[in-house]
Structures are given as C-alpha cells and as structure tokens.
C-alpha cells in the first residue's frame, strides 16, 4: 500500500540550532511530494515540493528538502530554528500513477523550538 | 492573493442534526477537497471535486455527502451528525493539473465541529 511515514511525534529543538524533521515514503515510481506546515487555529499552508530536478528543494520561511530516492525519505530541514517555527508539520505524497491525483498526507510532526 | 474561506470557525450541534459546512475559493480553482483531520490520524480525504457538478470520494466518505453547483463553493453535508463526527474539517483548493505538474493545495482555516 502507498503511504507516507512521520516517525516523530514531536521534535524539540533549541532557538538556533538546526532542525530535521522526518518523512519517508512508500510508493511506486517518482512521487511529487509536499511539506506544509499549520499554525494554531489555522489551515495548512504550503511550504515546498518535489517534482523533478535539484534534489535539494528551497522552500518559503527559509526551510529546504532534500529528496533521497534510495532512501526514499523527504527530510524538511532547517538551519537556524525560530521559536516561532513551532508549529504542526506535515509531509505529503502524491503517487505518480494516482489516476484520481489524490495526495497522501502523514500523520504530521510536532515541532517545538525552545527559547 | 489566494484565499480559502470557510463559513465557521466553530461549530456545536445535536446528534441527528443534518449540518451544513460550506467553503469558498476566489482563486478559480477547478478542484476542491474536504478532509477531517484528528489527532494522531492526521488528515484525511472525504470528498472531492475535479470541477462544477462532479464529486469523487475520498477514503472515509461514509456519513457525509457534498455539493458543487458553482466553481468557487464546494458544501460539505452530514446528513445525521454523530459524535463520532467530532473533528476539525479543513477544505481546500487547487488549480487543475497539467500533464508533468503537481500544484499544491491551498487551505481554508478550518471548522471545529462539535457533536453533542
């Protein structure tokens, strides 16, 4: 089955430190793939994608993504974290054979930067 | 600048009760996506609509229904509310895609509806 993974819950960074947050993937062929992020009390807003090309995606807020096909993961990474990056983050799939363009969404990570 | 807009922020109603959660797109989008999200589950897909009058279901349909009349207004139905209905429904739009593109979605701010 195609699926997206989040394996951390929640991750806690220090104000400054870099930060990672985890996405895997389980599809077949070359996926599109997504990272969006939601505020408190908000919708999701969209932060980067995947399509094709430079493995390393540069997206809004200065986050970035490396997609790793052996690995098959979609890391969304950070350099210096903000206390007001603190937010709820998710990774998303579009299966490149999905005939109905549905995306997969993981189940998100919670991301807290400590001051 | 794009904009999702959904007709509630919050939402309480009576088991049995048919509710009505409606959003709108100004960006004239040809798709349009309800989802409920809980915790620990994530988002998941109900309904959706490739353009005006047409419908497609999602992965948990059962209990809902919808509505497209015009482009830009895509109604979510539950006919006979349930507790277990319980969640925060986002809707969400996207430009139609073309051959080799995948356009991100754009998400309203969401109902928290509770069922009593």
């Known amino acids: 089955a195609q699926s997206v993974a989040q394996p951390e819950d929640q991750v806690n960074v220090a104000e400054g430190n870099p930060l990672t947050v985890k996405c895997t993937y389980s599809v077949s062929g070359n996926p599109y793939l997504f990272w969006y992020v939601q505020y408190p009390n908000r919708g999701l807003q969209f932060l980067l994608k995947?399509?094709?090309?430079?493995?390393l995606v540069k997206g809004s807020y200065g986050f970035e993504a490396e997609f790793n096909k052996s690995q098959t993961s979609f890391h969304l990474k950070k350099p210096s974290a903000l206390v007001s990056d603190s937010a709820l983050y998710f990774c998303a799939v579009r299966p490149p054979s999905n005939r109905d363009d549905k995306i997969i969404f993981g189940k998100g990570t919670r991301l807290h930067i400590l001051p | 600048d794009v904009k999702v807009t959904q007709s509630s922020r919050y939402l309480v109603k009576r088991t049995g009760e048919k509710v009505f959660l409606e959003c709108v797109q100004d960006?004239?989008?040809?798709?349009m996506f309800w989802y409920r999200q809980d915790p620990g589950l994530g988002l998941r897909l109900i309904y959706f609509s490739y353009d005006v009058k047409m419908k497609e279901k999602g992965d948990i349909p059962e209990g809902y229904s919808v509505s497209r009349e015009k482009k830009e207004r895509f109604s979510l139905i539950l006919e006979s509310a349930s507790t277990n209905q319980t969640s925060m429904y986002l809707c969400?739009?996207?430009?139609?895609?073309?051959?080799?593109?995948?356009?991100?979605?754009?998400f309203g701010p969401g109902t928290r509806l509770t069922v009593l």
């Open positions: 960006m004239d989008h040809e798709n």
């Open positions: 969400a739009s996207r430009r139609q895609l073309t051959s080799g593109t995948s356009n991100e979605q754009f």
């Open positions: 995947y399509i094709t090309g430079d493995n």
